[in-house]
């Protein structure tokens, strides 16, 4: 089970069982068939990009003509249908003349106005600055909660959870109360594994689409398998390592382990005799207990550096502090070959050995998943830019948070993620002459997770050593964003439509809660062999026959309901509206036992908060704590630890998974905007109306620049 966000392991499986070995053959006699078509395909769309306009109209008109004549005989012996895209043809909104050739949306993830605001009154952020002047700024509400997938779905959908079906980081399954991951939905089937949208509606990509509007799409959240565009896409927050999790990292070591070390499960031991350590990395899963391996050989090179050779391939070298290149793995998974990318993090040789290799991504150009589409386009990018990080989230907190290495490693590897950002946007913007672009950034996201006790001395893991190393780290981080805004403004015109948001903002995470004793101590929940011990995560140690109630994911309360639950025993006619009134009276008065101050802004009821087809799977109660406070990583994952809130001293400093009227996004345009309190829902709608699109019943949110 992938856990994304919280703890970036896995046990769900790439490849698995018979499924693997029906997969292999089929893909190596696929793969024979169809890979002078592929190669063909792929040089044909890189010469076109390369030619004259005059050339490319040619070539066009010659190749349609072609395709219709061939067509047209192949349909004459085949009746088939469609390719699966986009919406089905009875939802597909009315389509005119749009008011404008070009829209770009620019995501920026986390951005907090607090932030933008003080800086732009310092003349520090000339572009938002300037764009504020001539179009529009407004804070942005965010979503409820206010949680990464939630908000980027709403703004994909133009719809509330209740329809989008995303209400947490985790939600869980009530056949047997396991956390699951919301980014991503995996299948188990004869041929293995397999992912299908998250999602239950689709983005606004999907009806610019159907209207033949050339769309493009970089590394949008929620978004993975890649999803049919008539242009590009690449998924972004979600797609998983090649292992099927969220980014497990291996830390090779010769140095003892602590007995209280934070991850041991990442931890690799190897014995080290200053010159040479012999061991294995870890692939994916060929069976149910099984895992391909390959050999690796790690060599001393210099005092500050080692030589690490993997398979027998040509070695690369890490240096001391410095991210190494990218090494590309194969894996033998039966008879076919399972591809994927991995780098080195080298902080010691002397005494011990301690290197970090990130999770092992998937490769670009032999994809064992679909994150872009055409797959094709991940083999552009790689020749253009060279290998990439494909992982959702591969700026890694948890290793930094671990202490496997430090800040200046973290920030290198952020560095290197947002140059690869910028290198696809431009690539985009030189080719960008008409439809739509779509393109988030979302490393910003992650520096203030984990700097942002830089800037609080309140902060329990403040350090004024670190504070003033690292005090423009942030600040930084925006100006970064205002250049790259810059860029962007540099390209559009009068025909132009530009907005650029984030889904949420930011605050401290100084004391972490868990809910689910806040649940024990009110009788809500009960565990075994008696409350007064730690109760472990996935719910081990819980009573069910005796448990009113329990919190899953950053913001989620369950009630334990007869007939919807495996052993549920609250009336859902009777007791559910009572008791859920009653939790929140109760939860709402709940103050920190250190400093008596107030934990919880307010308590929301799911039937109250969501409605749609979704709205029956959301959580019953959504809790919205203070600034200052969020739910703890064991709650997140059902665990029930003694103490109800502790000081957060991790190095993830930074969040944002508290009251939404905190935590408050912003929105910039060159287009004036009407309302006063734009909110999430409202920009799908937004982007359909400036190309004279319908939007689909569903969306709830209403066009911002609509007269």
């Given at each position: 089970m992938p856990i994304a966000y919280i703890d970036p392991e896995t046990v769900q499986h790439v490849f698995g069982g018979f499924g693997a070995w029906i997969w292999a053959v089929l893909a190596m006699i696929l793969g024979f068939i169809a890979w002078p078509v592929r190669f063909m395909y792929y040089r044909l769309r890189l010469w076109h990009q390369r030619q004259s306009r005059p050339v490319k109209t040619l070539a066009i008109v010659l190749g349609a003509l072609l395709f219709l004549g061939t067509g047209s005989l192949g349909a004459l012996a085949f009746k088939g249908g469609g390719n699966g895209m986009v919406a089905k043809q009875q939802d597909l909104p009315k389509a005119g003349r749009g008011t404008f050739s070009r829209v770009i949306l620019i995501g920026m993830d986390g951005l907090d106005p607090n932030i933008v605001e003080e800086m732009m009154s310092k003349g520090e952020l000339k572009n938002f600055s300037s764009l504020a002047a001539s179009g529009s700024y407004h804070r942005f509400q965010t979503s409820n909660p206010p949680e990464s997938p939630v908000a980027w779905s709403s703004i994909a959908t133009g719809c509330d959870p209740g329809e989008h079906g995303i209400f947490d980081f985790l939600h869980r399954d009530p056949k047997n109360y396991m956390p699951f991951l919301s980014l991503r939905k995996p299948t188990q089937g004869m041929m293995g594994t397999k992912y299908e949208k998250a999602r239950k509606r689709d983005g606004f990509w999907a009806y610019t689409s159907a209207a033949k509007i050339p769309t493009t799409v970089i590394r949008?959240?929620?978004?993975?398998?890649?999803?049919?565009?008539?242009?590009?896409?690449?998924?972004?927050?979600?797609?998983?390592?090649?292992?099927?999790?969220?980014?497990?990292?291996?830390?090779?070591?010769?140095?003892?382990?602590?007995?209280?070390?934070?991850?041991?499960?990442?931890?690799?031991?190897?014995?080290?005799?200053?010159?040479?350590?012999?061991?294995?990395?870890?692939?994916?899963?060929?069976?149910?207990?099984?895992?391909?391996?390959l050999d690796m050989e790690i060599k001393r090179a210099t005092a500050d550096s080692v030589s690490i050779e993997i398979d027998g391939e040509k070695p690369i070298i890490a240096k001391c502090g410095e991210w190494s290149s990218w090494v590309k793995l194969s894996f033998k998974i039966g008879f076919s070959e399972v591809s994927g990318i991995v780098k080195f993090m080298l902080s010691e040789t002397d005494p011990n050995l301690r290197l970090t290799s990130s999770p092992i991504q998937m490769d670009p150009e032999k994809q064992a998943f679909a994150f872009t589409c055409p797959v094709c386009f991940g083999q552009e990018l790689q020749e253009q830019i060279g290998p990439f990080h494909t992982l959702g989230m591969p700026e890694q907190v948890h290793p930094l948070s671990?202490?496997?290495?430090?800040?200046?490693?973290?920030?290198?590897?952020?560095?290197?993620?947002?140059?690869?950002?910028?290198?696809?946007?431009?690539?985009?913007?030189?080719?960008?002459?008409?439809?739509?672009?779509?393109?988030?950034?979302?490393?910003?996201?992650?520096?203030?997770?984990?700097?942002?006790?830089?800037?609080?001395?309140?902060?329990?893991a403040y350090d004024s050593k670190l504070a003033e190393k690292y005090a423009n780290v942030i600040p930084d981080m925006y100006r970064e964003m205002d250049e790259i805004l810059g860029e962007v403004v540099a390209k559009t015109d009068s025909q132009t439509a530009l907005f650029v948001l984030s889904d949420h903002g930011f605050n401290s995470f100084r004391r972490a809660?868990?809910?689910?004793?806040?649940?024990?101590?009110?009788?809500?929940?009960?565990?075994?062999?008696?409350?007064?011990?730690?109760?472990?995560?996935?719910?081990?140690?819980?009573?069910?026959?005796?448990?009113?109630?329990?919190?899953?994911?950053?913001?989620?309360?369950?009630?334990?309901?007869?007939?919807?639950?495996?052993?549920?025993?609250?009336?859902?006619?009777?007791?559910?509206?009572?008791?859920?009134?009653?939790?929140?009276?109760?939860?709402?008065?709940?103050?920190?036992?250190?400093?008596?101050?107030?934990?919880?802004?307010?308590?929301?009821?799911?039937?109250?908060?969501?409605?749609?087809?979704?709205?029956?799977?959301?959580?019953?109660?959504?809790?919205?704590?203070m600034p200052g406070y969020r739910a703890s990583w064991q709650t997140a994952l059902g665990g029930a630890p003694k103490q109800l809130i502790d000081d957060n001293k991790k190095r993830w400093s930074g969040d944002h998974l508290i009251d939404p009227s905190f935590v408050p996004g912003i929105l910039f345009s060159n287009q004036k905007i009407l309302s006063s309190n734009p909110k999430v829902s409202d920009i799908a709608p937004t982007i359909l109306h400036c190309f004279a699109i319908d939007p689909p019943a569903h969306m709830s949110g209403k066009s911002l620049i609509e007269k």
């Open positions: 949008w959240p929620v978004a993975f398998p890649a999803e049919p565009v008539t242009g590009r896409f690449l998924s972004g927050f979600g797609v998983p390592d090649l292992l099927g999790g969220e980014g497990r990292y291996s830390y090779f070591t010769s140095a003892p382990i602590p007995a209280d070390d934070p991850s041991p499960r990442n931890i690799v031991q190897v014995k080290w005799d200053g010159k040479l350590a012999t061991t294995t990395i870890q692939g994916p899963a060929k069976g149910k207990d099984s895992y391909a391996i671990h202490q496997r290495y430090d800040y200046d490693a973290f920030l290198g590897e952020c560095r290197a993620v947002s140059s690869e950002r910028r290198k696809m946007l431009q690539i985009e913007l030189d080719r960008f002459t008409s439809g739509l672009l779509a393109f988030v950034f979302d490393t910003s996201d992650r520096i203030q997770h984990a700097f942002w006790s830089m800037r609080d001395h309140k902060h329990p809660v868990h809910m689910n004793r806040w649940l024990i101590d009110n009788g809500y929940m009960v565990l075994k062999d008696g409350n007064e011990k730690d109760g472990k995560e996935l719910f081990r140690d819980v009573d069910w026959s005796r448990t009113k109630a329990y919190a899953v994911g950053f913001a989620s309360i369950y009630l334990n309901v007869a007939g919807r639950e495996r052993e549920g025993i609250v009336d859902k006619n009777a007791d559910c509206r009572t008791l859920c009134n009653e939790i929140v009276g109760k939860l709402r008065e709940l103050k920190d036992p250190a400093n008596g101050e107030n934990v919880v802004k307010d308590v929301y009821v799911g039937a109250d908060l969501y409605v749609g087809p979704a709205s029956p799977e959301s959580p019953d109660l959504v809790y919205g704590l």
